[in-house]
């Protein structure tokens, strides 16, 4: 089936791609992505870690009804998150590409 040396030369290649997934993951880490609510109003910066840099409200909402600004905010994170999902599967996907479904490293 396999000698030595392909079998040799398989495990490096998984090694590689291992070290490459580690690498982009940790990269996802300083991508920063932004969720927005109420047509920009409220603004979620994060990273693709999901990590939260910033929460911007515009000062209009400070004054108006608490439950609304309290939608508005969680809207805003949660349209964060899910930009940082799409970021992170685009970025993984392109590493992962030639791998069979359900595969998982390291082997």
Do not use: Y
């Amino acid at each position: 089936m396999f000698n030595k040396g392909q079998l040799a030369g398989l495990m490096k290649q998984a090694q590689a791609m291992q070290d490459n997934l580690k690498k982009a993951q940790d990269e996802l880490a300083f991508v920063e992505v932004e969720g927005q609510a109420g047509s920009g109003m409220v603004k979620v910066l994060m990273t693709c870690k999901n990590s939260v840099r910033r929460v911007t409200i515009d000062p209009s909402l400070l004054a108006d009804d608490k439950d609304m600004l309290e939608d508005l905010v969680a809207a805003a994170f949660n349209d964060a998150v899910r930009m940082a999902e799409e970021v992170s599967q685009q970025k993984m996907g392109k590493l992962t590409a030639g791998l069979p479904p359900g595969m998982k490293l390291p082997f």
